[in-house]
């Protein structure tokens, strides 16, 4: 069957981290890019980061560039959002999936199966 699961999703203090990990099973991410969205209450999905199938480009939001580093560790089948200096903003659902592209995208037009969220609260 195949699965996307996402997890490290946490209620964290502004400034401190989180690692969100996205473990893919019934199919390997090596053919695939990968990306990580998120919802908030009342907002649409936005793409906030995405790696391609051979690991570059990736691509940003610039609300979290230069806090946030995406990877993927293909042996794992698993991609990673290391998500530093949180702020409270960065409240969301965040959500992995796949697209079956070279280079990945942070529009969701190309993207097929989601996992169900992790969710993330930045709260003092």
């Known amino acids: 069957q195949l699965q996307l699961v996402e997890s490290g999703g946490d209620l964290v203090q502004p400034g401190g981290s989180l690692r969100l990990s996205c473990v893919a099973s019934g199919f390997t991410i090596n053919y695939y890019s990968i990306g990580w969205f998120r919802q908030a209450p009342g907002k649409e999905r936005e793409g906030v980061s995405c790696i391609s199938r051979y690991s570059t480009p990736t691509s940003y939001a610039d609300s979290v560039k230069d806090r946030f580093t995406i990877s993927r560790d293909n042996a794992k089948n698993t991609v990673y959002l290391q998500m530093n200096n949180l702020k409270a903003e960065d409240t969301a659902v965040y959500y992995c999936?796949?697209?079956?592209?070279?280079?990945?995208?942070?529009?969701?037009?190309?993207?097929?199966?989601w996992g169900q969220g992790t969710q993330v609260n930045v709260s003092s």
């Open positions: 999936a796949r697209e079956f592209a070279y280079a990945c995208s942070l529009s969701d037009l190309g993207y097929d199966y």
